[in-house]
């Protein structure tokens, strides 16, 4: 998303190849969203990319198994609902960019921590005792 965004950093070769970079990688970003709704993670899909040519930005979305309430949730997370961020500036979209990069690493930590814990548990629990088994024998 960062590329897409960004417009390709780097690329230098004048507007259209710019633009075309933008499309392959928007094309890419799209793909994995509909593979992820498609995977039924229980979550709405909403993907942003601004365009490096006319800053407009373009929103898709795609509903998984979230019954669709991804927007409502992504609304209540970031504060902004998905028809504001398709308003939204360059200057805006970077700001949130920055603001969901950073909600995201708290999310991240947080599953890291979550993740410690559950081993420092598992490693705590006492072994279970062994069994005994009684063999019968018939005469």
């Not at 933008?22 to 799209?30: D, M, N, Q, S, T």
């Not at 993740?115 to 005792?129: E, G, I």
């Amino acid at each position: 998303m960062a590329a897409a965004a960004g417009g390709g950093g780097g690329g230098g070769g004048g507007g259209e190849s710019q633009q075309k970079l933008f499309e392959r990688l928007h094309g890419e970003l799209v793909r994995e969203a509909e593979d992820v709704a498609a995977a039924s993670f229980g979550a709405d899909i909403t993907v942003l990319a601004v365009s490096p040519r006319s800053g407009e930005p373009r929103v898709s979305r795609f509903h998984g198994g979230g019954g669709g309430a991804g927007g409502e949730e992504l609304e209540r997370a970031v504060g902004v609902s998905t028809e504001e961020i398709a308003r939204m500036g360059r200057d805006e979209v970077a700001a949130l960019l920055e603001r969901l990069r950073l909600l995201r690493m708290v999310v991240l930590r947080r599953m890291v921590v979550q993740s410690q814990r559950r081993r420092r548990l598992r490693r705590q629990r006492p072994a279970a005792p062994p069994r005994s088994i009684m063999v019968v024998q018939k005469r």
